[in-house]
């Protein structure tokens, strides 16, 4: 497995902004390239949910944040990040980084983001 760092949440005000970061540090760059990197996230309760996705150059959102965030990433530096802009309480959640090469699956340990004035 790959190991995944991420950085990023906190505590933001409904209509407020966070971006989180994922590193693989210990990964090859141009390996990384060819990785589907994904955000996922696990509210209270709930069942963990895909968020957004990046593979080759596409990506994916779910419905419900499509509009508001934005994944992205730099092969270079080995990291991908989440942009979430206009937050709301239902988006209160751990975030999970996620890896997935040659059909084995990396996770990060998660970044808490409260939304909640």
């Known amino acids: 497995q790959v190991r995944l760092v991420e950085s990023g949440g906190g505590l933001v005000r409904p209509g407020g902004s966070l971006r989180l970061s994922c590193g693989a540090p210990g990964t090859i760059t141009s390996t990384f390239w060819g990785d589907t990197m994904g955000w996922y996230r696990q509210a209270p309760g709930k069942q963990r949910e895909l968020v957004a996705m990046?593979?080759?150059?596409?990506?994916d959102y779910a419905d419900s944040v499509t509009g508001r965030f934005i994944i992205s990433r730099d092969n270079s530096k080995k990291m991908v990040f989440l942009q979430m802009n206009s937050l709301t309480p239902e988006d209160t959640a751990v975030y999970y980084c996620?890896?997935?090469?040659?059909?084995?699956?990396?996770w990060g340990k998660g970044s808490l983001v409260t939304v909640s004035s």
């Open positions: 996620r890896l997935d090469r040659n059909g084995i699956t990396s």
């Open positions: 990046s593979s080759r150059g596409n990506t």
